[in-house]
């Protein structure tokens, strides 16, 4: 098993970018140290899901706070929580874009397992997150989306049920401090 870059005391790769808290992040070589979670709670609470494209703001904090409430199991929620949180760093990509980038996943990925180590939840994440993503995609799409032109197609999965939730579409200050909120009670 090789040690992860951010044990060796190397230089940095990439240039860096910063952080709503003034930090210095590297996108291409992130850290646990690098992450805070004021930064994530800010970003996802600022940045649009399916790129700004629904009937009012509807954030990737909200999103990210509604799949950990319906999550069962604490490590879940906590998981939940945070399955989004690399987009905090990378921005929220609609997925038929981000398909065809081609490192994307590979930067996804590893900024993930950053966070999860940073923040003591498991990655990949918990089936039980995954099913809830998916389903939460059905209420999104029927409370923000309306009706589709067209068959959806791949992605959309229409074999699912949806949780049946209310979607607030909650202003960024209000998704950030519900999700701050969230964060503190899960990670106490």
């Not at 609470?45 to 703001?57: K, L």
Request: glycine share 4%.
């Amino acid at each position: 098993m090789t040690t992860p870059r951010y044990l060796i005391d190397s230089p940095r790769i990439g240039n860096w970018m910063q952080t709503y808290s003034g930090r210095q992040f590297w996108p291409l070589d992130p850290r646990p140290e690098d992450i805070d979670i004021q930064d994530i709670a800010h970003a996802l609470s600022m940045i649009p899901r399916y790129g700004g494209h629904c009937r009012r703001f509807y954030s990737v904090a909200e999103h990210s706070l509604l799949v950990s409430e319906n999550c069962r199991l604490l490590s879940a929620k906590r998981a939940a929580l945070l399955h989004d949180a690399s987009e905090a760093y990378l921005v929220d990509i609609p997925s038929p874009i981000k398909a065809h980038l081609s490192n994307y996943k590979k930067l996804e990925t590893h900024l993930c397992e950053v966070i999860a180590t940073k923040y003591g939840v498991s990655y990949p994440w918990p089936s039980e997150v995954c099913r809830l993503d998916e389903r939460i995609l059905l209420d999104e799409r029927n409370q923000l989306l309306g009706k589709s032109p067209a068959p959806l197609g791949d992605g959309w999965p229409d074999h699912l049920k949806p949780i049946g939730i209310l979607i607030e579409a909650r202003s960024p200050e209000i998704a950030k401090l519900k999700f701050m909120e969230a964060f503190h009670q899960l990670f106490a």
